[in-house]
C-alpha cells in the first residue's frame, strides 16, 4: 500500500520527524518497507497483512497515525469552496435496483448522477493518482479510483443509457455466461460468480471489473455508481480462477466496512458533482436487508495485564482503546463493554482488543518476562488428567511396551475388515493425501496392526506396542472426539529361561496388563464379559472378553479373530486390547491412601466347586466377595480341571479365600459361620455346589 506523505497530511497533522512515524508504525504491525522520494515528496511502501483491510486506505492508515501521534483526525473534505450539490426530488432518470443472494451480496447502493461532462481531471488528482500507480483516465473513472484509494472502498461507474430497462441486479453468475469485461477480455462465469446485470445482461463482474458494454465514454451524459459489499470468499475464488486481481477485488477479499459503503458513495458522488457539473438525481438506492450489529466484546484490565505482562492502568488502557476509535462502556467496576468499529472485522475476541492495546502502547515497551507455566493456569483436572497420561505410558513402558504414534489417518479397507462399524463411523477425507490415509480412524486397531505387520515382516519375534491418542468417529449431530489407550502384542513372554523352554503371549497375557492399567489407576472391581461376536467380530470368540466398570463397558481385549489375521496378511496370532481412556478415568482414584498392614492374623480357607461351563469365574468371584462382607481380603482361582470324573458340562474350580480384620482378631466361628454363609450363596445364586 503506498501512502504519499502529503496525502496523509490532509487528514492528520504530522508533528514527529518521518523516521520516528515509520518506526512506530513499523513497530505497530504495519511495515514500512521503503520510502520513495517522488519529486520531493515522500511515499511509504506499507505491508499490510491480509486481516486489516481497514489499513487498504489512505483514511485508514491516517486512523492508525492519529490513535499513535494524539492527534486529530479529519476526515475527507471538497476541494472546491463552492456550496456542495443536493439531492434533486425528481422524476427524471427512473432507476431501480436489486440483489438476488443477499449471502453474495450483503449490501447494494447506487446513485445516479445527471448532466455530467467528461472531461480530464484536474492536475492534483492526477499527481495524487501517479503517486499512487494508477493512470489518469477521465474525471468520472478518476473519481472512483480517487475515493477507492481515499476510503478503501471500491466504486464504479455505469453509463446509465447503455444500461437496459433502467435496472442493475446484484445475482449470481448463469452457467456458461460470458461477459467481455474492461480490458476487452471475454470471461466463462461459473454459478458462484458475481455479476452486476441489467434487465438483458451482465454488465460487470461484481467486486473484480466493470463490462465493456457499459464503460465511460466522452459521449457520456448521465452515470450511475455503484457501491456494494461483496462476499470475501466468494470475490476471492473468482478472482483466482480467472487469474485476475485488480485493486477492488484485493480489499473486497481483505473485507471492506459494509456499513462505510454509504459514506464511500455520498463522498464520491459529491467529488464528481464538484468535478463534472453534474445534479444528484434522488437519494441514493440502498438494498441492505440485513443490517450489521455493532460487535461488543467482553474485556476486563486484570485480563489484559494478566496476557501482557504489564501494570497499565485502568486509564492507560481506556485511552489507548478510545484513540484507536474502540467504545467502552462499564458493566461493573472490572469488566468492560468494549464496541469494536464495523471496519475493523479483524477484531472479533477479547484477545484481538489485548493486541491492540499492545500495538498502541509499542510492543518494546512491554517488558521480557518468562512465560508462565502452562500448567499454572490450568485447572486441577486437566493437570491430573496429563499426569496421569504420562504415569500410564511410563508404566507400560516398563512392562516391555513401546509407545507408537501413528497418523489419525487409515483405509477404510482395513476398518471393514475389522468391524463394519468402525467403518460407518469413519469419517471420510474429501482430499486424502493416498487411499491408506483415506479416512479419520474411528479406532486405534488398524493403525496397530499395520505397525504388527510390518514388524511380522521383518522377522522381529516379539513386539509390544501401545497407543494413547484421540480416534474420530461420526454422531448423530456433527463429529466426535476421543481418547483412546490401546495395545497389540504377540510372541514370547517375557524373562525367558532354558528350564521352563519357549512360552508364546496368550489371552491371559494381554488381560494382565489391562489388570495392571487397573490397579495403577486405582479402579476397583473391574469387570470381565463375554464378547458378542455380532458387535465384536474382529475378537476370537473363545479368546476375548469385555471390560467393564461399574456396570459400564470401557473397551475389549483378546485375540484376534482368525478372519482378521487372513485379511491383515498376519504371520502369527496377535493379541490387542483398546480402552476408552475418558471412562478408564471415571474409574480413577486419584487419592491413593497409604494403608497399614494388619497387624492381627489371617485365616485361609479354600473351596473346591462344581459349576457349569457357563459360568464365569468373575461371576462366582462377585457372589464370594458380597457374601463374605468386610471380612473377606483376598478371592484368589488356583484350579481349573475338566476331566473323566467331572461331567459333561461342568468345570472344577478351586478358590483360595482370605479373612482378616483390621480390628480384631478373627475367630475359627466366625470364619466358619461366614464361609457357611458363602456357600449357601452360591448354590442358591449359580446353582453350585461343594465338591
Known sequence: MKVPYSWLKDHVDLRISAQKLIHRLTMAGLEVEDVMDCDGDPVMEINVTPNRGDCLSILGIAREVSALTGQALRQPAPKSRKKPAAYEKTNEY??????????????????IIADVKIEVSPSWMVRRLELMGLRSINNVVDATNYVLLEYGQPLHAFDYHLLKGNFLQARPAKRDEVIRTLDGVDRSLMSHDIVIADHDKAVALGGIMGGENTEITSNTRCIVIESAFFDPVAIRKTSRRLGLSTDSSYRFERCVDINGVATALKRVSLLICELTGGRLIRQPMDIYP??????????????????????????????????????????????????????????????????????FHDYETIPATQPIE??????????????????????????GFFEAIHFSFCSKKDLQALSPDFFEKSVSLQNPLAEEYECLRSS??????????????????????????????????????????????????????????????????????VEKIGVFLGIQNIQWRGSQTNDYPFLHPGQSCLVGIHNQIIGYLGALHPSCVSAF????????????????????????QYREVSKFPFIHRDLALLVDDSISAAQIEGVIKKGGADLIQEVYPFDLYRGPS?????????????????????????????????VRDLNNTLQITIR
Open 94 to 111: 427512473p432507476f431501480d435496483v436489486a440483489i438476488k443472494n443477499i449471502t453474495l451480496v450483503p449490501r447494494y447502493m447506487a446513485q
Open 374 to 399: 502452562l500448567t499454572e493456569k490450568m485447572e486441577r483436572s486437566e493437570r491430573v488428567e496429563i499426569a496421569l497420561r504420562d504415569q500410564v505410558r511410563d508404566m507400560l513402558s516398563a512392562s
Open 444 to 513: 486405534l486397531l488398524p493403525s496397530l496392526i499395520r505397525n504388527a505387520l510390518y514388524h511380522q515382516n521383518r522377522q522381529l519375534e516379539t513386539v509390544r506396542i501401545f497407543e494413547l491418542r484421540p480416534v474420530f468417529e461420526k454422531r448423530t449431530k456433527g463429529y466426535g472426539e476421543n481418547m483412546k489407550l490401546g495395545g497389540v502384542m504377540y510372541g514370547l513372554r517375557p524373562n525367558f529361561h532354558w528350564e521352563s523352554g519357549r512360552q508364546t503371549v496368550d489371552f491371559y497375557d494381554v488381560k494382565g496388563v
Open 569 to 592: 496378511d498376519l504371520k502369527q496370532e496377535i493379541f490387542v486390547f483398546e480402552l476408552s481412556w475418558d471412562l478408564l478415568l471415571q474409574g480413577c482414584r486419584s487419592d491413593k
Open 646 to 678: 467331572i461331567p459333561s458340562g461342568k468345570k472344577s474350580l478351586g478358590y483360595s479365600l482370605k479373612f482378616g480384620s483390621r480390628e480384631r482378631t478373627l475367630m475359627e466361628e466366625e470364619v466358619n459361620h461366614v464361609y457357611e454363609a458363602i
Open 290 to 359: 440485513k443490517k450489521k450489529k455493532p460487535l461488543a466484546i467482553s474485556l476486563s484490565p486484570s485480563q489484559i495485564n494478566s496476557f501482557l505482562g504489564t501494570s497499565l492502568s485502568d486509564a492507560s488502557i481506556k485511552k489507548s482503546l478510545r484513540s484507536l476509535r474502540f467504545s467502552i462502556s462499564e458493566t461493573s467496576k472490572h469488566q468492560w463493554n468494549v464496541t469494536v468499529p464495523s471496519y475493523r472485522a479483524d477484531v472479533t475476541r477479547d484477545v484481538d482488543l489485548i493486541e491492540e492495546v499492545a500495538r
